[in-house]
């Protein structure tokens, strides 16, 4: 496996992958052609806004682009099922149980969406908590 130690190889090996050229990462990105020359050939390194275009349009991830850390495409989450239908059914059990009015439902929801934060499966657990209270 070749080694990219340095940000331009490592934006070069991204750029090659996705099959784009830096003239077409430079218009994605809203960005010159000229910044994007001097980025490949390590005369200048991007600041924050840059390197997030940069990332978001190749798809990558920030930590390997950045420090070489970590694999190149990023990671993806990993939803926890098992815990959000958990959390949903402690959910409407404590607001069946404790009589709650639909006023503290908001209060109710926050507690179990920490709990489903911890566990990692916010996104699902919205969705999910939002379905059931609807019924």
Same mark, same amino acid.
């Given at each position: 496996?070749? /080694?990219?130690? $340095?940000? #331009?190889?490592? @934006?070069?090996?991204?750029?090659?992958?996705?099959?784009? %050229?830096?003239?077409?990462?430079?218009? %994605?990105?809203?960005?010159?052609? $000229?910044?994007?020359?001097?980025?490949?050939?390590?005369?200048?390194?991007?600041? !924050?806004?840059?390197?997030?275009? =940069?990332?978001?349009?190749? /798809?990558? %991830? $920030?930590?390997?682009?950045?420090?070489?850390?970590?694999?190149?495409? #990023?990671?993806?989450?990993?939803?926890?099922?098992?815990? =959000?239908? =958990?959390?949903?059914?402690?959910?409407? %059990?404590?607001? +069946?149980?404790?009589?709650?009015?639909?006023?503290? @439902?908001?209060?109710?929801?926050?507690? !179990?969406?920490?709990?489903? @934060?911890?566990?990692?499966? +916010?996104?699902? !657990? !919205?969705?999910?908590? @939002?379905?059931?209270? $609807?019924?």
């Amino acid at each position: 496996m070749k /080694n990219y130690n $340095s940000f #331009p190889a490592r @934006l070069r090996h991204a750029m090659d992958l996705r099959g784009i %050229s830096a003239t077409q990462l430079a218009h %994605s990105t809203g960005m010159s052609r $000229s910044s994007m020359s001097q980025y490949l050939s390590g005369a200048k390194l991007p600041g !924050f806004e840059a390197i997030s275009s =940069i990332v978001t349009t190749l /798809n990558i %991830s $920030s930590d390997w682009l950045i420090l070489g850390r970590g694999q190149i495409d #990023p990671p993806t989450e990993q939803i926890n099922y098992e815990a =959000i239908n =958990i959390a949903i059914t402690e959910m409407i %059990s404590f607001a +069946i149980k404790n009589n709650v009015d639909n006023s503290k @439902l908001p209060f109710v929801f926050n507690l !179990f969406y920490r709990q489903a @934060l911890n566990n990692g499966c +916010i996104d699902q !657990f !919205f969705i999910e908590s @939002l379905e059931a209270l $609807s019924l």
